[in-house]
DNA sequence: AGCAATGATGTTATATCATATCAATCCCAA
DNA sequence: TTGGGATTGATATGATATAACATCATTGCT
């Protein structure tokens, strides 16, 4: 995997194409892109960084999108659902999805210096973790996985990247 | 690993053990188990399930050990810090540590049907994700690794247990 | 077009999870 | 025995999330 979320890229093409990916997700699948939603992805994928709820609908309301909590977590929810975000649950927060399309397993790679965010992917089953669910005769539904750290901007000591 | 948290077990001497091995590390580290920790603990090991911090509290309260949020969060708090206790991030909840002793990274095993929590250890370097952050350059300090899903009883239709 | 069913949004209120702050107390070591 | 650090008690508040219900929009049917 390349993490373009740490390095330097052309963000504006970054956006466009994910949003334009994610339109086209929404169009075969029926579901509906509306206005809230869709602004409420543009905002996530804006930077490459975990925003709380209600960081989300500071910007929403900022923008006569609504101005209260459940217009965001209901946007938020039709995002997670249709895969074009993600909940990051070490830090209750939500992250535009880089490769909406294929169901996936994400995996996340958070720095806490710049709070930026990398999805990765992951093979539950392959995992240790997938072994000993076969040992214990457990069925993996759903799988979460985080891991903390520095990126390599913050390790230089830069934190704003 | 075993998955004894999915298994019939003696429970009462799985929990004596526990909580022997508890003492034996807060005495060799200089740490105070105080009596509102140790009913802390007896309580998150009492079942091997995820407790929220609240339903802590109202255990504790019961027992006339505190009745203020701060109580549960800082015996949470120590807790976790020592090594005895890990949060579970996917429900914001606390289970006892059945293996305290060694700092490890814990994965978890979660029943959506029991609430039941089974613990695993993670080598998250050995991971896809840890390939992952090599190859970007990403330091980890932490990882969060959950899987929810079925335990071998729920799949029966015994939520129960 | 008229209409019903479903989905989306607006709004109020409240539930749930977590921490800041400061005072009082305990415990150990010098 | 007293002083400093850790612990506990208590009040208040902050942060995250959902329940419930009214209204409006869209779609599909006739």
Do not use: W
């Not at 397993?105 to 997938?130: D, H, K």
């Not at 390599?152 to 934190?159: E, F, L, N, S």
């Amino acid at each position: 995997m390349s993490a373009i979320e740490f390095r330097d890229h052309d963000h504006a093409a970054c956006m466009r194409s994910t949003m334009q990916a994610a339109e086209a997700q929404c169009a075969a699948r029926g579901l509906r892109l509306t206005p809230v939603r869709r602004r409420a992805l543009e905002i996530l994928l804006a930077e490459h960084r975990a925003l709380g709820a209600y960081d989300l609908l500071a910007h929403l309301s900022a923008e006569g999108l609504g101005a209260q909590p459940p217009v965001a977590y209901r946007a938020l929810d039709f995002l997670v659902k249709a895969g074009l975000a993600h909940k990051v649950e070490a830090l209750n927060a939500y992250v535009g999805c880089v490769q909406p399309g294929a169901d996936h397993a994400p995996a996340f790679l958070i720095c806490r210096g710049c709070r930026s965010v990398a999805e990765a992917e992951t093979l539950p089953s392959q995992s240790r973790l997938g072994d000993a669910a076969r040992a214990a005769g457990f069925r993996i539904e759903r799988s979460v996985v985080e891991a903390e750290g520095l990126c390599p901007a913050c390790q230089k000591g830069d934190p704003d990247k």
